[in-house]
């Protein structure tokens, strides 16, 4: 199995992409994963279920914008150079 | 840098150009009778005869050049421009990832890297894994042999791709592009292994003071291994190449498991408050012993294909 730094590229940014189209409120919240749902209490040990949430929530919220640029450079250069 | 740079060749010049304005002494050469003749291949033989600006006997074309202010100043405005650039680039790789903390992790020195060398291949002596602090610091490799560094995984990855190199060329399957590629293979390995550290110990909260560059050091501790495995596979065949891997996977993997211990499983022995660690210490347990696991396997991927 031979990676290239251009293929771990890639599966970061389709990584990325799958985590950033979980809708909030049609699927997450659906699974019992909404962020509305992670009350938890105050000590320091939120428990994995509610870190995973919270990193889910904060990929979508920061990745957001960039994302759209990265996307579309990708597109462009798999359109130009296969 | 620019300094010293400025009087070095200065007084080259001078040591140079004094034989040939025999006749009209226009200035005074202070520089003694013997020049050191020596180091002057090393500068571009361009810059033979630099010259003061009234030495105008030397005959050849090239003394002109930089008796000329223009080519003088356009020397200054070149040195400036790269003294520019210099401190854009560092105020610019300052801002991803801190230069201080990185000298840290090449603070070594030769006891240290033997001294780890022997622990990494054969860990079971080592009594005390404890890192060393100094009021809040920690001490840097120099003064603790606990301490990770990164010169040795820097300098195995490397001997470990240029050994990659000479194995493949030993069985007649070298290409230029093999080895770019086994070298971004092992790159990329070490990315996905760092990264799946660092999501897991975020998952689970461990209030560690691991920072990404120590995780890049133990995870590139095994390249160490590595080397060892294949010189073992190169001289001694395939039997050879297995008993060396059990070897290096063993040693490693005592070496991750106690090293990793003392960082991230704290609770387990100074617990003072209970149940009050997160979610359930056998997790941390399993992390440690995981990342332990996957070294022999990875030893093993990345090593096998060149010892056929």
Known sequence: MAFTLYSLIQAAILCVNAVAVLHEERFLTKIGWGVDQSVGGFGDEPGIKVQLMNLVRSVRTVMRVPLIAVNSVCIVLLLLFG | MDLPH???????????????????????????????????????????????????????????????????????????????????????????????????????????????LMILMFPYTHQDWEVRYHRDTPLTPRQDVNAPDLYIPTMAFITYILLAGMALGIQKRFSPEVLGLCASTALVWIIIEVLVMLLSLYLLTVHSDLSTFDLIAYSGYKYVGMIFTVLCGLLFGSDGYFVALAWSSCALMFFIVRSLKMKILPSLSSDSMGMGSSAKPQLRLYITVATAVFQPIIIYWLTSHLVR
Do not use: C, W
Request: aromatic share 10%.
């Open chain 2, 6 to 116: 400025h009087g070095y060749r200065a007084s080259k010049q001078r040591s140079r150009a004094a034989p040939p304005a025999g006749d009209s002494v226009l200035f005074e050469d202070t520089s003694s009778a013997a020049p050191a003749m020596n180091n002057q291949g090393y500068y571009t033989p361009g810059y033979n005869m630099g010259g003061t600006s009234n030495d105008m006997q030397g005959g050849a074309g090239v003394n002109n050049l930089f008796t000329d202010p223009m080519a003088n100043a356009a020397m200054m405005y070149g040195s400036s421009l790269a003294n520019q650039g210099k401190d854009m680039v560092n105020k610019e790789i300052s801002r991803f990832m801190s230069v201080n903390k990185l000298k840290y992790f090449f603070a070594v020195d030769t006891r240290y890297v033997l001294k780890k």
